[in-house]
């Protein structure tokens, strides 16, 4: 758990800067352009990069491209060299002619991703789209570089890299709001070269981003050198495992898109409880999971995939469970910390420039709701990942298939159920709802896979984790209640809130979970102490 630990401690380092420069970015944002018409407008704008990465090569990056990239370093003569520079050829060459196609199909793309929309609104949506598109293949070439770079257990970059892109972004974002003040926000009268300084900033901070990765590759020993002897390239053995990667990406975003129509056409009806909304809610919901999971995750797999390379299923058991308690040590109290105090996040962060009290509190419901998630969420993602270890990609195909029937099943009942202001608290239920039913299909099979995940070790864990925290979240409900009676909903107040509830809650915890033995937070709070002590 020791080098699981200090791996993980590096990345979540980088990763809580990128997250904190992230809010700072979210906010202006938010500040810059609201979270009603403009701000859908971008937010769909921007999201279909992502989507279009994570369906081209973002989800073979872990699940098929790591454990190669390792498999290779172990068996070639070359220790893989040649290999990663044909993988990074093709991806260069594919992920640039992706995005030029894709900016060619900005307006059916944006169509497809939005519900009910007005003509302004599509048209605002596709100029910033054609300026965010071509990121996709900068975000995709630093995204290999980054994979190459975990292979080789140089995991800072990665975590570090996005910092360069907020700061970018937050610049890109002062001046918006400097020139156009509250016009910035108003769907009629932003003109072309708002719209171009917006689109254009968003992929600049990606282009830095990119540069970082490349760089700090080159630093570690990496040599681009463009092969295009792709016959040698293990394509056919990638393409055999990568189907079913692509069919399960293919399949969540399915369900990504119900929610983004459903969400959109909520916003309609109901301008700031759209898909802004919920798309600044889960990106605080990220936050914790980002910071602790993601950073677990990334040092766990090519640990795991060589325990499998070697046939050491005891490994693959214990380097699971270990990643499962660690990072549900600090998870279990997050989750229960956002749903007591989801709105003094989202006041303190979003009520700012154009936006309101009353739609950043709007913001916090959803948080809260997303805080039922974060642990199922979490651990679901780290079951993946024993599968991926052992080169399957098919298995999570038919767990994925079934969350998004579920998923869509639930966020169709309530959006025909609910009052079009409440729909996106219904679709962050179903969210919740849905990863805790995806847990337990992907629990037993992984189980199957190495003949038992120390499920009891875990599940007590866990519980002893849950009582811990309690007096923790009671804690930060008294210092909310207590808020409330004495003043207003304001930024100041929420801060408050979140520095005496919050901060007070996380210590108490850490005491009460480091008096009862728990060996994770033991664990971290003796890292801490050393780190303090020096």
Same mark, same amino acid.
């Given at each position: 758990?020791?080098?699981v630990?200090?791996?993980?401690?590096i990345?979540?380092?980088?990763?809580m800067?990128?997250?904190v420069?992230?809010?700072?970015?979210?906010a202006?944002?938010?500040?810059?352009?609201?979270?009603?018409y403009?701000?859908?407008?971008?937010?769909?704008?921007?999201?279909?990069?992502?989507?279009?990465?994570?369906?081209l090569?973002?989800g073979?990056?872990?699940?098929v491209?790591?454990?190669?990239?390792?498999?290779?370093?172990?068996?070639?003569?070359?220790?893989?060299?040649?290999?990663?520079?044909r993988?990074?050829?093709?991806?260069?060459?594919?992920?640039?002619?992706v995005?030029?196609?894709?900016?060619l199909?900005?307006?059916?793309?944006?169509?497809?991703?939005?519900?009910?929309?007005?003509?302004?609104?599509?048209?605002v949506?596709?100029?910033?789209?054609q300026?965010?598109l071509?990121q996709?293949?900068?975000?995709?070439?630093?995204?290999?570089?980054?994979?190459?770079?975990?292979?080789?257990d140089?995991f800072?970059?990665?975590m570090?890299?996005?910092v360069?892109?907020?700061?970018?972004?937050?610049?890109?974002?002062?001046?918006?709001?400097?020139?156009?003040?509250?016009?910035?926000?108003?769907?009629?009268?932003?003109? &072309? @070269?708002?719209?171009?300084?917006l +689109?254009? #900033?968003?992929? %600049?901070?990606?282009? *830095?981003?990119? /540069?970082v990765?490349?760089?700090?590759?080159?630093?570690?020993?990496f040599?681009?050198?463009?092969?295009?002897?792709?016959?040698?390239?293990?394509?056919?053995?990638?393409?055999?495992?990568?189907?079913?990667?692509?069919?399960?990406?293919?399949?969540?975003?399915?369900?990504f898109?119900?929610?983004t129509?459903?969400?959109? &056409? @909520?916003?309609?009806a109901?301008? +700031?409880? #759209?898909?802004s %909304?919920?798309?600044? *809610?889960?990106? /605080?919901?990220?936050l914790?999971?980002?910071?602790i999971?993601?950073?677990?995750?990334t040092?766990?797999?090519?640990?795991?995939?060589?325990?499998?390379?070697?046939?050491?299923?005891?490994?693959?058991?214990?380097?699971?469970?270990?990643?499962?308690?660690?990072?549900s040590?600090?998870?279990?109290?997050?989750?229960?910390?956002?749903m007591?105090?989801?709105?003094?996040?989202?006041v303190?962060?979003?009520?700012?420039?154009?936006?309101?009290?009353?739609?950043?509190?709007?913001?916090?419901?959803?948080?809260?709701?997303?805080?039922?998630?974060?642990?199922?969420?979490?651990?679901?993602?780290l079951l993946?990942?024993?599968?991926?270890?052992?080169?399957?990609?098919?298995?999570?195909?038919f767990?994925?298939?079934?969350?998004?029937v579920?998923?869509?099943a639930?966020?169709?009942?309530?959006?025909?159920?609910?009052?079009?202001?409440?729909?996106?608290m219904g679709?962050?239920?179903?969210?919740?709802?849905t990863?805790v039913?995806?847990?337990?299909?992907?629990?037993?099979?992984?189980?199957?896979?190495?003949?038992?995940?120390q499920?009891?070790?875990?599940?007590?864990?866990?519980?002893?984790?849950?009582?811990?925290?309690?007096?923790?979240?009671?804690v930060?409900?008294?210092?909310?209640?207590l808020?409330?009676?004495?003043?207003?909903?304001?930024?100041l107040?929420?801060?408050?809130?979140?520095?005496?509830?919050?901060?007070?809650?996380?210590?108490?915890?850490?005491v009460i979970?480091?008096r009862?033995?728990?060996?994770e937070?033991?664990?971290i709070?003796?890292?801490v102490a050393?780190?303090?002590?020096?």
């Open positions: 758990m020791s080098r630990l200090r791996a993980s401690a990345m979540a380092a980088g990763t800067v990128s997250r420069t992230g809010f700072v970015r979210t202006l944002l938010a500040a810059a352009i609201s979270t009603a403009v701000g859908d407008a971008y937010n769909v704008a921007y999201a279909i990069p992502f989507i279009l990465f994570d369906f090569i973002g073979i990056l872990s699940s491209v790591v454990p190669m990239i390792v498999k290779r370093q172990k068996n070639d003569p070359d220790g893989g060299r040649a290999y990663e520079q993988l990074m050829t093709l991806g260069t060459v594919v992920l640039t002619l995005a030029v196609l894709a900016v199909l900005a307006r059916p793309l944006i169509g497809l991703y939005t519900e009910g929309w007005n003509a302004r609104k599509i048209e949506a596709v100029t910033l789209a300026y965010i071509p996709i293949a900068f975000f995709g070439i630093g995204a290999i570089a980054g994979a190459i770079l975990n292979t080789r140089r800072g970059a990665p570090w890299a996005p360069l892109n907020n700061v970018v972004m937050i610049g890109v974002l002062v001046v918006y709001y400097l020139l156009l003040g509250d016009a910035g926000a108003d769907i009629d009268k932003v003109t &072309g @070269a708002d719209l171009a300084l +689109g254009l #900033g968003t992929t %600049a901070g990606i282009v *830095a981003q990119c /540069l990765l490349v760089v700090s590759l080159h630093r570690a020993g040599r681009f050198r463009p092969r295009f002897d792709l016959r040698d390239a293990g394509l056919g053995e990638m393409g055999r495992t990568a189907v079913w990667t692509f069919a399960y990406v293919g399949v969540s975003q399915i369900a898109l119900v929610t129509r459903l969400s959109s &056409g @909520a916003g309609e109901a301008p +700031g409880a #759209g898909n %909304a919920y798309a600044s *809610a889960f990106q /605080l919901f990220q914790p999971y980002g910071i999971a993601v950073s677990v995750i040092a766990m797999l090519p640990r795991m995939s060589r325990a499998v390379h070697d046939g050491q299923l005891e490994s693959v058991r214990e380097e699971f469970a270990s990643g499962v308690r660690l990072v040590a600090l998870l279990v109290p997050a989750g229960l910390m956002l007591v105090l989801g709105p003094a996040v989202t303190l962060i979003f009520s700012w420039g154009t936006m309101t009290i009353d739609s950043a509190v709007y913001i916090g419901n959803v948080l809260q709701v997303f805080g039922l998630a974060l642990v199922p969420f979490s651990i679901f993602q993946l990942r024993v599968f991926y270890a052992f080169g399957d990609t098919r298995t999570p195909v767990i994925g298939a079934g969350n998004t579920v998923s869509i639930l966020s169709l009942l309530a959006y025909s159920l609910l009052p079009a202001e409440y729909v996106v679709l962050a239920a179903a969210f919740a709802i990863y039913v995806g847990t337990a299909i992907a629990w037993t099979l992984a189980a199957r896979r190495v003949r038992g995940l499920g009891r070790a875990v599940a007590a864990g866990l519980s002893r984790m849950y009582v811990a925290a309690l007096p923790a979240a009671l930060a409900l008294g210092v909310l209640w808020t409330q009676e004495l003043t207003d909903l304001t930024p107040s929420a801060a408050i809130m979140l520095a005496a509830g919050g901060g007070l809650g996380m210590v108490l915890y850490l979970a480091h009862m033995r728990i060996p937070v033991s664990s709070v003796g890292m050393g780190r303090v002590g020096r």
